[in-house]
């Protein structure tokens, strides 16, 4: 759940307002079907132990098509070819009234609920002893598991324009479904519209961003509000009045739409729906209301200024940020273990879980990764080419950074700091979204770290991207992020590839196998075997999938592999050919990702179709040959077009540090610009650099280009 609707979890009454283009249809008749889904949606909280009150608009334009109906059927020829009179809108109140309430009563009947009519008009909230009973009646009937409905009794309102006056207690029924809400002290007022909630303009203009909270002192007046209701008297601006108002007095307030047949039990469920107005907005926009491109060119600037730092200053922001970590431990473990508790009541699965989970020691070795990294080689201004190329021209050629990263990932906490201390080892600047389940965990990591960075490079380095709903708007960003990294599911990986013009580097499903050939070593097959399944089930590079050679079905190495899996409690799933010889329950696919203590075991005939097997069914992450045929091993590891190809070695060593990268970034499946573990070098990019004194070109008149290569330690 979003940090800002936390306060969902403790709404147990609320108010539900439903406007006249919610109720009817553009002709003036009942939408029968939006009205029957909400009132479903009704029964349902109602059922989940919700108390919910319901005001209604509508009934003066039902009415007045009813009535317009009525005067045709009753008018003569002559009549009709006389202007028409516009109708009282009192007569057409106490029409449409009664129309409505019927088919409330009808439809909340139909599912076994029952429901009160409340007609009220502004004069009577003018009388005390009248509050006090309201408040009263509403609720012994909410005890009773009655919807009341509300509606403001147009037909005998004393108000001289009540379709334009508003000096009343409330002139309408947004303001007052904002009145009851303070009335009966209710914990949420949704008030629903014909549109998702504000824009920051048309909402049929493509340009146009949806607001999710609202925050008076940005958006009073940057909004710009179009006509009135179709057939009501408020539209959006009556809406939005209403909601200040509530939310000023602390009743949060929901703008979302009445179309959609599901939209109060997602917002009840946390998800992200409609705009939000909350007493307390103002204080998150800093957090949440930065605007994307802001937040992206800030980074750039401050990757700029960390650039221009000297070597040895990066080297001790670095440590500054190693000390900064294990100074704060404790409170890091307390986030995380809160995480963690959060994450099991809400029913996440185990493998979820244990990439959540920081173990004892973690910080101390995520410490240590940092302090690795910055006493390696400086690797900004790297010189990787020299070239005397014309007449006394100097040509280098340079390592640089990238400039801006964005980084999606899920569930791991500590791939935040692995992140963090690569993006300033290589100059970066860095936009992370962490996983809703890391909440806490990726808020007090981000804390620490940008505490450690000075001044004259800003904490703004490093932004934490709150919400899952600015990533749309960073991916439209192409000239101000550099590079999209995405760590996580396959579906999270498709969907960013799919969504941006910026280059995406990452792996999607992580499906690694592991061949055992007919020449393995019975008890280096078992080591190997065992530990890329084991040592940690739920990382990217642990066995998935193990292919056995035929002529080992019948073998004792086969049986007392398997025994081995199972006894430290993997599900093991056979392929077409296994799980008919081992009678093992047959596997969903063959490119399956557990993450978990399960396996997917599978023959091939030799090593090529071993190869063939990989290419067809893997994702060129990381596959290995467990192998004494050194013929064997050869061909397997030329011809095996994976990020990382073994022999006699596990999967799990697949990774930044232990490949003495200090840390990684993710593991790239990709063929373009970096592949497999991705460390420092991953997120630097080159630049030319050329020396002269005075050339120019001239057509080319007279210029002789040698390039000679010049040594990379010469000084200039």
């Known amino acids: 759940m979003d940090p800002i609707r936390a306060f969902l979890i403790d709404v147990k009454r609320l108010i539900v307002k439903v406007g006249t283009a919610v109720v009817t249809r553009h002709d003036g008749r009942l939408a029968v079907g939006r009205l029957g889904a909400l009132c479903e949606q009704l029964k349902e909280l109602n059922s989940q132990g919700y108390e919910v009150v319901l005001v209604t608009s509508g009934a003066v334009g039902l009415g007045r098509q009813r009535l317009r109906y009525r005067?045709?059927?009753?008018?003569?020829?002559?009549?009709?070819?006389?202007?028409?009179?516009?109708?009282?809108?009192?007569?057409?109140?106490a029409v449409g009234q009664n129309s409505l309430m019927a088919l409330y009563d009808t439809l909340f009947s139909q599912l076994d609920v029952t429901s009160s009519q409340h007609l009220v008009t502004d004069?009577?909230?003018?009388?005390?002893?009248?509050?006090?009973?309201?408040?009263?009646?509403?609720?012994?009937?909410?005890?009773?598991?009655?919807?009341?409905?509300?509606?403001?009794?147009?037909?005998?309102?004393?108000?001289?324009?009540?379709?334009?006056?508003?000096?009343?207690?409330?002139?309408?029924?947004?303001?007052?479904?904002?009145?009851?809400?303070?009335?009966?002290?209710?914990?949420?007022?949704?008030?629903?519209?014909?549109?998702?909630?504000?824009?920051?303009?048309?909402?049929?203009?493509?340009?146009?961003k949806p607001i999710h909270t609202y925050i008076k002192e940005k958006h009073q007046a940057e909004i710009t509000f179009g006509d009135k209701s179709r057939l009501g008297r408020g539209g959006m601006t009556a809406k939005v009045d209403a909601a200040v108002c509530a939310a000023s007095s602390g009743i949060p307030v929901v703008i979302t739409s009445g179309y959609a047949t599901d939209n109060i039990i997602k917002l009840l469920q946390g998800k992200p729906v409609g705009t939000l107005f909350h007493k307390d907005?103002?204080?998150?926009?800093?957090?949440?209301?930065?605007?994307?491109?802001?937040?992206?060119?800030?980074?750039?600037?401050?990757?700029?200024?960390?650039?221009?730092?000297?070597?040895?200053?990066?080297?001790?922001?670095l440590l500054d940020v190693a000390d900064a970590l294990e100074a704060n431990e404790s409170l890091i473990m307390a986030e995380n273990e809160a995480d963690v508790a959060a994450a099991k009541a809400d029913g996440y699965e185990k493998a979820l879980i244990s990439r959540l989970a920081l173990k004892p020691g973690k910080i101390a070795a995520l410490a240590k990764s940092i302090r690795v990294l910055a006493d390696m080689e400086e690797p900004i201004g790297h010189i990787v080419k020299r070239t005397d190329f014309a007449d006394g021209l100097i040509l280098e050629k340079t390592s640089c950074p990238l400039c801006v990263l964005l980084i999606v990932f899920e569930s791991r906490p500590d791939a935040?700091?692995?992140?963090?201390?690569?993006?300033?080892?290589?100059?970066?600047?860095?936009?992370?979204?962490?996983?809703?389940?890391?909440?806490?965990?990726?808020?007090?990591?981000?804390?620490?770290?940008?505490?450690?960075?000075?001044?004259?490079?800003?904490?703004?380095?490093?932004?934490?991207?709150?919400?899952?709903?600015?990533?749309?708007?960073?991916?439209?960003?192409?000239?101000?992020?550099?590079?999209?990294?995405?760590?996580?599911?396959?579906?999270?990986v498709s969907q960013i590839n799919n969504s941006t013009k910026i280059p995406v580097l990452g792996h999607a499903d992580r499906v690694c196998h592991v061949y055992v050939d007919k020449s393995a070593n019975p008890d280096m097959a078992k080591k190997?075997?065992?530990?890329?399944?084991?040592?940690?089930?739920?990382?990217?590079?642990?066995?998935?999938?193990?292919?056995?050679?035929?002529?080992?079905?019948?073998?004792?190495?086969?049986?007392?592999?398997?025994?081995?899996?199972?006894?430290?409690?993997?599900?093991?799933?056979?392929?077409?050919?296994?799980?008919?010889?081992?009678n093992l329950p047959r596997a969903q696919s063959l490119h399956c990702e557990y993450s978990s203590h399960a396996c997917t075991v599978e023959f091939v005939d030799d090593v090529g179709a071993a190869i063939d097997h990989i290419h067809q069914h893997g994702i060129s992450h990381t596959d290995c040959i467990v192998t004494e045929d050194r013929e064997v091993a050869e061909m397997f590891l030329h011809r095996v077009?994976?990020?990382?190809?073994?022999?006699?070695?596990?999967?799990?060593?697949?990774?930044?540090?232990?490949?003495?990268?200090?840390?990684?970034?993710?593991?790239?499946?990709?063929?373009?610009?970096?592949?497999?573990?991705?460390?420092?070098?991953?997120?630097?990019?080159?630049?030319?650099?050329?020396?002269?004194?005075?050339?120019?070109?001239?057509?080319?008149?007279?210029?002789?280009?040698?390039?000679?290569?010049?040594?990379?330690?010469?000084?200039?």
């Not at 004393?158 to 007052?176: K, M, V």
């Not at 990217?540 to 025994?563: F, G, I, R």
């Not at 499946?669 to 630049?687: D, F, I, K, N, Q």
């Open 123 to 208: 004069s009577d909230f003018r009388n005390d002893s009248f509050r006090e009973q309201l408040s009263e009646t509403v609720k012994s009937l909410l005890a009773l598991k009655v919807i009341p409905v509300f509606n403001e009794n147009d037909a005998v309102s004393t108000r001289r324009a009540p379709y334009e006056d508003s000096s009343g207690i409330f002139w309408d029924n947004d303001s007052l479904a904002g009145l009851l809400a303070m009335e009966v002290k209710a914990d949420l007022l949704v008030l629903l519209s014909d549109v998702e909630g504000l824009y920051s303009g048309p909402p049929s203009d493509p340009n146009s």
């Open 71 to 93: 005067k045709l059927v009753n008018s003569s020829l002559a009549d009709l070819q006389n202007p028409q009179v516009e109708l009282d809108g009192k007569a057409c109140a």
């Open 416 to 492: 935040f700091v692995q992140i963090a201390s690569l993006a300033i080892r290589t100059g970066n600047g860095l936009l992370l979204k962490g996983g809703k389940e890391a909440r806490r965990s990726n808020a007090i990591l981000h804390k620490i770290i940008t505490s450690a960075i000075p001044d004259n490079v800003g904490d703004k380095l490093i932004g934490l991207v709150a919400s899952r709903e600015d990533i749309p708007d960073l991916l439209k960003l192409d000239d101000v992020i550099d590079l999209v990294i995405p760590r996580g599911s396959n579906s999270l």
């Open 281 to 317: 907005a103002h204080l998150w926009t800093s957090v949440n209301e930065v605007d994307a491109r802001e937040m992206a060119v800030a980074a750039r600037e401050c990757s700029r200024r960390l650039q221009a730092m000297s070597s040895e200053d990066r080297r001790k922001l």
């Open 641 to 716: 077009d994976s990020a990382a190809v073994f022999h006699n070695a596990n999967t799990r060593f697949c990774d930044g540090a232990r490949f003495g990268l200090g840390a990684e970034v993710g593991v790239s499946t990709s063929r373009v610009h970096a592949r497999g573990p991705v460390g420092v070098e991953g997120l630097l990019t080159t630049r030319w650099i050329l020396r002269g004194s005075g050339q120019v070109v001239d057509g080319d008149k007279g210029v002789t280009y040698s390039h000679k290569d010049l040594p990379l330690q010469t000084q200039i």
């Open 528 to 582: 190997i075997v065992r530990d890329a399944k084991i040592d940690y089930p739920a990382a990217c590079n642990t066995m998935e999938t193990l292919l056995l050679h035929q002529d080992l079905s019948n073998n004792d190495l086969l049986k007392e592999l398997l025994a081995e899996l199972r006894r430290e409690g993997v599900t093991l799933y056979g392929g077409p050919r296994a799980s008919s010889l081992l």
